[in-house]
């Protein structure tokens, strides 16, 4: 809790003197815990992700924009709140527009738990095609339950 305190702090004073933040750098020093899906590191994300969101984000950006959104997308597993998973869905379709790779394009399926298949199949068609280019294999056994679950 002192760490988070420090870290707002620090951010409130920066925003004083810089509107910018090199998520690289910031992660060096300040490494949040994205990957894990236990209710105090997902919540302590989302608070620091969601400080650092008013600031232009100059290097990692693409970083940035997955994090962002995964940390909803553990929020809306936590929790179930479809607010949740629309924010993640959001800032994954910010990291699509501007990076164009195959992950975001992956999270993008996301939309057949709206109820959206036509979206969620249109992203999984782009993300075999960007996989391809990109050389990384396809894991068809995911590609076919997003299928499955829209085609039914």
């Given at each position: 809790?002192?760490?988070?305190?420090?870290?707002?702090?620090?951010?409130?004073?920066?925003?004083?003197?810089?509107?910018?933040?090199?998520?690289?750098?910031?992660?060096?020093?300040?490494?949040?815990?994205?990957?894990?899906?236990?209710?105090?590191?997902?919540?302590?994300?989302?608070?620091?992700?969601?400080?650092?969101?008013?600031?232009?984000?100059?290097?990692?950006?693409?970083?940035?924009?997955?994090?962002?959104?995964?940390?909803?997308?553990?929020?809306?597993?936590?929790?179930?709140?479809?607010?949740?998973?629309?924010?993640?869905?959001?800032?994954?379709?910010?990291?699509?527009?501007?990076?164009?790779?195959?992950?975001?394009?992956?999270?993008?399926?996301?939309?057949?738990?709206?109820?959206?298949?036509?979206?969620?199949?249109?992203?999984?068609?782009?993300?075999?095609?960007?996989?391809?280019k990109e050389g990384i294999e396809i894991d068809y056994e995911q590609v076919?339950?997003?299928?499955?679950?829209?085609?039914?």
């Amino acid at each position: 809790m002192f760490r988070l305190g420090l870290f707002c702090l620090l951010i409130f004073v920066a925003s004083n003197v810089i509107s910018q933040v090199d998520y690289n750098e910031f992660k060096k020093k300040f490494p949040l815990t994205c990957t894990k899906f236990d209710d105090e590191s997902v919540l302590e994300s989302q608070r620091v992700l969601d400080s650092l969101n008013q600031y232009e984000i100059t290097g990692g950006r693409e970083l940035f924009l997955n994090n962002y959104a995964t940390t909803y997308y553990f929020r809306y597993g936590k929790w179930g709140s479809i607010e949740d998973l629309k924010m993640a869905i959001e800032y994954y379709e910010k990291g699509y527009k501007e990076f164009n790779t195959s992950g975001f394009a992956w999270s993008l399926t996301l939309y057949e738990k709206l109820g959206e298949c036509e979206k969620a199949l249109k992203y999984l068609d782009i993300y075999l095609e960007l996989r391809k280019k990109e050389g990384i294999e396809i894991d068809y056994e995911q590609v076919y339950y997003v299928q499955r679950n829209c085609c039914n």
